[in-house]
């Protein structure tokens, strides 16, 4: 089955603490995403990845960290959370960026105290 | 920044009934997405329909695409229970990376 999968759906965390949010698909996507989703702001990019060790920033990648080194993979790290990052996050990959449809993944729900 | 805005917010119907739902846009682009969320979970592709084109149908979904006023319409007819749901426009622009701007999303209650 085609899927994107994030790891873990809930995390509660504390001010500070390095976090490691996981992503993997099997569709041999090249395009990779990370978004986080809040109310009244939609969903704002965070970070993407066009292929292998190729990332650039999206719209608010301020206090993330990610890396591309496997295809398949594409980790969202917190180097030093803190509560503004309590967010919905989602994960998502395409054949082709915005020129195709984008498989999401469920979600990981992080609270940040 | 957010490129597509969707109108109305919220949106209560009964079955049986169509929902439409509008979005708007800034900018000139290649495509433009419509995508449901269920509450909390992840986002699905509906539909895309690309800037050459107006109209485009899936089902019981028909989509509209007004390259001239920036705007595209969703219209799900013979609403469902299960078609309660978040639905977001997302577009994706020329020149652009390839990357997905998201509207705020229109939320829709079907009631049985």
């Known amino acids: 089955e085609a899927q994107v999968t994030q790891n873990p759906r809930y995390l509660i965390t504390v001010t500070g603490k390095k976090l490691t949010v996981t992503c993997s698909q099997n569709?041999?996507?090249?395009?990779m995403s990370w978004y986080r989703q809040d109310p009244g702001l939609g969903l704002r990019q965070i970070y993407y990845?066009?292929?292998?060790?190729?990332?650039d920033k999206g719209d608010v990648p301020e206090g993330y960290k990610v890396s591309r080194k496997e295809k398949r993979n594409f980790p969202l790290i917190l180097e030093s959370p803190s509560p503004n990052q309590t967010s919905l996050y989602f994960c998502?990959?395409?054949?082709?960026?915005?020129?195709?449809?984008?498989?999401f993944g469920q979600g990981t729900r992080l609270t940040v105290v | 920044s957010q490129q597509g805005e969707e109108d109305p917010q919220a949106l209560s119907i009964q079955e049986g009934e169509n929902a439409t739902m509008n979005c708007s846009y800034k900018?000139?682009?290649?495509?433009l997405q419509w995508y449901r969320q269920n509450s909390g979970r992840g986002l699905v592709h509906l539909i895309l329909?690309?800037?050459?084109?107006r109209e485009k149908h899936s089902g019981r979904l028909r989509v509209t695409l007004d390259t001239s006023k920036k705007s595209s319409s969703l219209l799900i007819t013979a609403s469902r229970a299960a078609d309660t749901a978040s639905y977001f426009c997302?577009?994706?622009?020329?020149?652009?990376?390839?990357?997905?701007?998201f509207g705020q999303g229109t939320t829709l209650q079907v009631k049985p």
């Open positions: 569709m041999n996507h090249e395009y």
């Open positions: 329909i690309r800037s050459n084109e």
């Open positions: 997302a577009t994706s622009r020329p020149g652009n990376t390839g990357k997905l701007i």
């Open positions: 990845s066009m292929n292998v060790e190729v990332t």
């Open positions: 900018t000139s682009i290649n495509n």
């Open positions: 998502a990959s395409s054949t082709s960026g915005g020129w195709t449809e984008a498989f």
